[in-house]
């Protein structure tokens, strides 16, 4: 038969406040590396991204304000529809009979 090596690893213990600390660090580090990964790195990262910030919500209002003119639009429609029809069945504008 063969004889299976079994890998033994060795325990150690930290300080609870060692090991926060060791986990902010490397969070810190890997939030860094994030950020250089997509270019917002350096002393204007904070500018750039509160820039993304103010042309994302101006995105988002525009998409707002073009919905809500697409629904007056309709409804203006509608209602100069249903006025021309209303006109032309009472003659005013002496409409088919």
Same mark, same amino acid.
């Not at 790195?41 to 995105?59: S, W």
């Given at each position: 038969?063969?004889?299976?090596?079994? %890998?033994?690893?060795?325990?150690?213990?930290?300080?609870?406040?060692?090991?926060?600390?060791?986990?902010?660090?490397?969070? %810190?580090?890997? @939030?860094?590396? *994030? $950020?250089?990964?997509?270019?917002?790195?350096? %002393?204007? @990262?904070?500018?750039?991204?509160?820039?993304?910030?103010?042309? $994302?919500? #101006?995105?988002?209002? @525009?998409?707002?304000?073009? +919905?809500?003119?697409?629904?007056?639009?309709?409804?203006?429609?509608?209602?100069? *529809?249903?006025? #021309? +029809?209303?006109?032309?069945?009472?003659?005013?504008?002496? +409409? @088919?009979?």
């Amino acid at each position: 038969m063969e004889t299976e090596t079994v %890998e033994r690893r060795q325990m150690m213990t930290l300080p609870k406040q060692d090991f926060e600390d060791m986990l902010e660090r490397a969070a %810190e580090r890997g @939030a860094r590396h *994030a $950020l250089q990964g997509v270019g917002l790195d350096g %002393e204007d @990262a904070a500018h750039d991204i509160r820039e993304l910030r103010n042309l $994302l919500d #101006a995105f988002n209002e @525009a998409k707002k304000t073009a +919905g809500l003119t697409i629904i007056k639009m309709m409804v203006t429609g509608l209602v100069i *529809a249903l006025l #021309a +029809g209303t006109f032309l069945k009472i003659k005013i504008f002496g +409409g @088919a009979q």
